[in-house]
């Protein structure tokens, strides 16, 4: 694995993959769009190639003399449902067939969700061979994602990897929880009982992401379900509450009180969010498809990737919370 190209290059999971790559000794080429925002790109040695998921052109030239491919891009947030289809299913099916087309190919290693297989029950988390059952407009467009990955499996070798909640230093989705927890004490919970996530810092993730690029599993056509995916995750589960607790000890505060935000609270947020996104067109941070998410349990097993590729975190999750609200404060996020 000499070169490698990245995409969505400019978030903090490929803030991190950069890091694991170049230790690696890799050359790295970032697929950038003009308008990215690349400030932390600078301080890496990395070749930067100008192109979008809708230009083929520029896909073809971006995956050209790599190795390996990293799909990182995503849309997390969008107006519609077409939004998130234009980019995590057609942007991804325009990259795996630019990657298809090069004349050495390259590893594809595409980063899904775990929304895209859908929620999990309380007391059993997802597992590889469990039938996808995406039930937001987010989760419907990464499983559209995986299938055109799949479609192109016969030719490219490829591989799918659905993250848990993803965090870690320099991620902004999750810094809003450690903000909560310092200010003000209480962890916010959704619904009327305690919700089980499955996490993974970035850090891990970016090595689980270059062990499966180098001897993962590959997706065979017309094998069983799960074959050539992964799911990424540091623990089979942990409650919102043990999670804020956490956080809350690395911050100093001796209590952090439980506070339940019912569903017809949420509900009521979530309306609110999206009249205003239909009339001013903006991208909210909540919606009625975030609200229905966030009453469900989201739990994976990290079996299959412990057992096949030896995967464990390299440090435990009090360890890796730890780091992050040390990075945060470091760097007055906090």
């Known amino acids: 694995m000499q070169r490698v190209l990245?995409?969505?290059?400019?978030?903090?999971?490929?803030?991190?993959?950069?890091?694991?790559l170049q230790k690696e000794g890799c050359e790295v080429r970032c697929l950038v769009r003009t308008?990215?925002?690349?400030?932390?790109?600078?301080?890496?040695?990395?070749?930067?190639?100008?192109?979008?998921?809708?230009?083929?052109?520029?896909?073809?030239?971006?995956?050209?003399?790599?190795?390996?491919?990293?799909?990182?891009?995503?849309?997390?947030?969008?107006?519609?449902?077409?939004?998130?289809d234009e980019t995590n299913h057609?942007?991804?099916?325009?990259?795996?067939?630019?990657?298809?087309?090069?004349?050495?190919?390259?590893?594809?290693?595409?980063?899904?969700?775990?929304?895209a297989v859908g929620p999990s029950n309380r007391e059993k988390p997802k597992q590889e061979t469990d039938l996808p059952q995406p039930i937001s407009a987010y989760g419907k467009s990464k499983l559209e994602g995986e299938k055109a990955v799949t479609a192109v499996s016969d030719r490219l070798p490829c591989s799918i990897i659905r993250?848990?909640?993803?965090?870690?230093?320099?991620?902004?989705?999750?810094l809003e929880l450690f903000k909560t927890i310092d200010n003000f004490g209480f962890c916010p919970v959704p619904g009327f009982r305690d919700k089980i996530y499955s996490w993974i810092h970035a850090a891990d993730l970016s090595e689980l992401l270059i062990t499966v690029a180098k001897s993962g599993e590959r997706i065979v056509p017309n094998t069983p379900v799960g074959t050539g995916i992964y799911f990424a995750t540091n623990n089979d589960g942990i409650g919102l509450f043990e999670v804020g607790r956490e956080i809350g000890r690395v911050l100093g505060r001796?209590?952090?009180r439980m506070?339940?935000?019912?569903?017809?609270?949420?509900?009521?947020?979530?309306?609110?969010?999206?009249?205003?996104?239909?009339?001013?067109?903006?991208?909210?941070?909540?919606?009625?498809?975030?609200?229905?998410?966030?009453?469900?349990?989201?739990?994976?097993?990290?079996?299959?990737?412990?057992?096949?590729l030896g995967f464990s975190p390299l440090a435990s999750f009090s360890e890796r919370i730890n780091q992050t609200a040390c990075w945060y404060k470091k760097y007055h996020w906090l």
Request: hydrophobic letters at 40%.
């Open 254 to 256: 001796q209590r952090v």
């Open 163 to 174: 993250p848990g909640i993803v965090f870690g230093e320099a991620d902004r989705m999750n």
């Open 35 to 84: 308008d990215s925002v690349i400030n932390q790109l600078k301080m890496f040695d990395v070749e930067l190639c100008y192109g979008e998921l809708a230009d083929s052109d520029s896909l073809t030239q971006a995956v050209k003399g790599c190795d390996v491919v990293f799909h990182l891009a995503g849309r997390v947030r969008a107006r519609n449902s077409r939004e998130f």
């Open 259 to 308: 506070f339940r935000c019912l569903p017809i609270a949420l509900f009521s947020i979530s309306t609110f969010y999206e009249i205003l996104k239909r009339m001013s067109g903006i991208n909210s941070p909540y919606d009625w498809a975030k609200a229905w998410e966030s009453l469900h349990h989201w739990r994976c097993s990290p079996e299959k990737a412990q057992q096949q």
């Open 90 to 115: 057609l942007g991804t099916k325009n990259l795996v067939n630019a990657a298809a087309r090069c004349s050495v190919l390259p590893v594809f290693v595409h980063v899904s969700s775990l929304a």
């Open 6 to 20: 990245i995409t969505g290059s400019s978030g903090f999971i490929g803030f991190h993959l950069i890091q694991h």
